[in-house]
Each structure stands twice: as C-alpha cells, then as structure tokens.
C-alpha cells in the first residue's frame, strides 16, 4: 500500500494476464462508472485536492510517483508501470459552505449571507491493462473541477421590508472528464504517456439582485438551467523520470485548454414594492469559458527505504477566463451584453508537500499540505466564485494493502480560504468573503 517502487523489466516478463481476468476488470469498470460523480469544491473551477484515497494523503503530490491505473489523471506515463491488470474506485464526499455579500443598488443596501453546506459526492474510477512489458493503457471516468455554492431562502426584507421573495442564488458546475491513454517505457528509467479526454460540463446557476428601475428599487432573480456541453479535444501529456537507485525521481504533466459553451434554458421572477412577485418570460442562453491549460512538475525523494518526501508546483492559466460569455434571451430582453459576467481570473499556483511512511508491516501512513494562490481578485468578489483570498489544505491519510491483490486507502482533508473583496460592477464593497471543506477521500483498488 506504499507509493509504487518499480520493478524490473526481466520480473514484468515474467507475468501473464489471462484474459478471463481483464473481462472482469472491464465488468467491474462498467458498474463503477453507473455510479454518480458530482461537483467539487472549488478555487476557479479546481480544488486543490479532488479524488483519490491514496495520492490526497500526500496533498495530491502526485506526478512523479503516479502509478498503475490513476495514473491516467495524476501523470499518464505512470499507466507503464502497472504490473497487472488492475481497476480502482474512489468516492470523496465533499462537505463545503461559502460566505459573501450580496449585490445590490446602494452600499448602505447590503448584507452577507452565509450559505448552506452541501454534500457533492466526488468520485473516480479507473481501470489499466498492460499490453507489454513497456506498454499499458487505462481508461477513466472522475471529476476533475466544479463549484457547489449553494445559498438557499436569501431574505431581502432587512434592507427592503416589503421583499417576501426569497430566492436562491447559486452555482452548481460539475466538470467530468472521461479519459484513455497510454504509456511506453523508454528506458528502464524514463516513461512517457499521453491521455485523450472528453470533457463534460454541466451547470445551473441563479443570481438574485436589488437594483433601481426608474428609481424603483426591484429584486429580480434569474435562472439559468440545463446548461451543458461536451467537448473531445482535451489531451494530457506526462513523463516521469527514476534515478538508478529509485533515491529520487521527478515527473510533469502538461494538459491543454478547454473551451466550452454551455446551453441551456433560462426563466426568473422578480417583484416591486407594489405588485407582487411576477414571472419573467423565459428563453435560452448559451454560456462560453474555458477550462484552461495546466503544468505540474513534482519530485519525490527517500529518505529512507520507509520514508519518502514529496513536492510539486501546479500552475493553472486561470488569467484566460476574462468572462463569463452570456447570450440569448429571457423573453423579449437580449442577455448578450447585459448577462455577462466579469471574471478577470489569476493565474492559479498550487504548491504541494507530502509524506509517507511505511515502515508498520502492510500499514502506510500518509500526510500533505497544499498552499493555493486565489484565483478571483478582490475586486471581482461575488459570493458564488471562488474566495478572493488565498487556500490552505491539510490531508492525513493512511493505506494497506490486503493479501497480494487488494488495497485499500482513506484520507481525511479540511481546507479553507478567506480574503476581503468588492465588485463595483454590482455595488458591493469591500467585505469579508471565506470557503471551507471537510472531505472524506476513500478508494479501493484490486489487481486482477
């Protein structure tokens, strides 16, 4: 259950697959991918950390040690050193709560709300075959970002007594990818792979505002439902490197940019101090922004033959999501430039350190720390993105293996994040924003 060592290439010759043995492992896999994956926590559309019993111990440090099957996601040249056929299932269910302001017409007509805390039951699923001594594929289907920010029953009546609307304000974004790779050994230290993925993007969002009609002061909430796209031309890239003795080692993986336009339905009602609550006529509307590049670069070194150190710097082209791209209509009103929504994203860092020890029998013991550069500035807050403010994340994590084909790994993770910020654009000023998450990560993994 400790993180891979590798094996020799007279020791890979000497294994066979039988082929009723890769059946089962696609059976298994056909029924791990029925179950429902869902959305993550994020920071932009990414947590620092999204699935895996086993690499979310070591704060998700993952790109050069990788192996075997979730390879295919942490470092695609990994998938070379899977010793035999193998399928792995991860479930993290995500507990997360946002806090923010809410927009309105008049800074003295503000407020913050804190939002309810949601369960988004992430999880991966991954299979890997080896054809050769040098060459194996795998296949997977995971979560690879979202945002769960879910503020239900939103009160106005403190600044407007006569709002009895209570509206919903939420983003609710799940992004899957399905993946199949490859992965060649070059050299009995040097391993590349590369992965094709069809990226999927699913969301509803509701925004809830108070503005001036004519002096009028209305509260207008507006859906956005059904939104959805699936892209095929995502690709990831990685190589990994192991010095002759397997003292230390490092790998990178490169993924290219996404980009998506999501269509859907939208509807909406809104009410004035006189009236009532009324319907708005609905319509359609399309969504474009990207899912952007991405390049990791992680090192591992042991200490010890039981002790292995881990880093890894992730950075994230976050700066290319300029806008949310709205066009379409709600009823007779255009959304093309009205329904924009200003993101002018940051580039995002990641920094990741992890352990593990291994040295009580079939027993590892793992532990991670990943420090987040914000990707929202403080002066595009908005209480559904990402928290203006910097991300900490802490994981514990402990693996063992049972028998010679199954293993087993759990990881306990709490992260946070907390920044002031405003949005001109929606009169808010500046004001306290924060996010936290407690997950439980747990995984399964059987050689066959």
């Known amino acids: 259950s400790g993180l891979p060592g590798h094996i020799s290439l007279k020791e890979k010759r000497s294994m066979k697959i039988p082929h009723t043995r890769a059946s089962r492992m696609l059976v298994l896999l056909a029924v791990a991918l029925a179950l429902p994956a869902a959305e993550a926590w994020s920071a932009g559309y990414e947590k620092a950390t999204t699935w895996s019993g086993r690499y979310v111990g070591i704060g998700?440090?993952?790109?050069?040690?990788?192996?075997?099957?979730?390879?295919?996601?942490?470092?695609?040249?990994?998938?070379?050193?899977?010793?035999?056929?193998?399928?792995?299932?991860?479930?993290?269910?995500?507990?997360?709560?946002?806090?923010?302001?809410?927009?309105?017409?008049?800074?003295?007509?503000?407020?913050?709300?804190?939002?309810?805390?949601?369960?988004?039951?992430v999880a991966g699923t991954?299979?890997?075959?080896?054809?050769?001594?040098?060459?194996?594929?795998g296949l997977g289907f995971y979560v690879v970002g979202g945002m769960k920010a879910f503020y239900e029953d939103v009160s106005f009546q403190a600044i407007a007594p006569w709002a009895t609307l209570t509206p919903t304000v939420k983003a609710d974004l799940e992004i899957t990818e399905f993946a199949l790779g490859t992965a060649y050994q070059l050299t009995p230290r040097w391993k590349i792979g590369a992965a094709w993925r069809v990226v999927?993007?699913?969301?509803?969002?509701?925004?809830?505002?108070?503005?001036?009609?004519?002096?009028?002061?209305?509260?207008?909430n507006i859906h956005f439902e059904g939104m959805s796209d699936t892209r095929y031309d995502g690709v990831r890239l990685g190589v990994q490197y192991q010095a002759p003795d397997d003292r230390w080692g490092f790998g990178a993986v490169w993924r290219n940019e996404v980009a998506f336009e999501a269509r859907g339905k939208t509807s909406g009602v809104f009410q004035a101090p006189v009236g009532?609550?009324?319907?708005?006529?609905?319509?359609?509307?399309?969504?474009?922004?990207?899912?952007p590049q991405q390049f990791s670069l992680g090192f591992y070194y042991r200490e010890t033959p039981e002790l292995t150190l881990l880093a890894e710097y992730s950075w994230t082209e976050y700066s290319a999501n300029r806008v949310l791209d709205v066009t379409g209509n709600l009823g007779p009103t255009s959304l093309d430039t009205s329904g924009d929504i200003t993101q002018n994203w940051c580039n995002v860092s990641n920094i990741r350190l992890g352990a593990e020890y291994t040295g009580f029998g079939p027993w590892a013991l793992r532990a991670g720390y990943v420090y987040t550069t914000r990707a929202t500035p403080s002066d595009q807050a908005r209480a559904t993105f990402s928290v203006p403010g910097h991300g900490h994340t802490f994981t514990l994590g402990v693996g063992r293996s049972l028998r010679e084909r199954v293993e087993i790994n759990a990881a306990l993770e709490?992260?946070?994040?907390?920044?002031?910020?405003s949005n001109a654009a929606d009169g808010i000023t500046e004001g306290s924003f924060r996010s936290d998450a407690v997950v439980l990560h747990t995984?399964?993994?059987?050689?066959f």
């Open 414 to 421: 709490y992260s946070f994040a907390s920044g002031r910020g």
């Open 276 to 291: 009532g609550i009324q319907t708005l006529p609905g319509g359609t509307a399309s969504i474009k922004n990207v899912l």
């Open 60 to 121: 998700g440090a993952a790109a050069s040690i990788a192996s075997g099957s979730e390879a295919i996601y942490f470092n695609p040249a990994g998938l070379a050193g899977t010793e035999r056929a193998e399928a792995s299932l991860n479930l993290s269910p995500t507990f997360a709560q946002l806090e923010g302001k809410m927009p309105s017409y008049s800074p003295n007509a503000q407020f913050s709300v804190e939002g309810n805390r949601k369960m988004a039951p």
């Open 200 to 220: 999927d993007v699913n969301t509803d969002f509701s925004t809830a505002k108070m503005s001036l009609t004519n002096g009028v002061p209305v509260l207008r």
């Open 126 to 137: 991954t299979a890997a075959y080896p054809v050769s001594d040098r060459f194996s594929v």
């Open 443 to 447: 995984g399964a993994m059987y050689r």
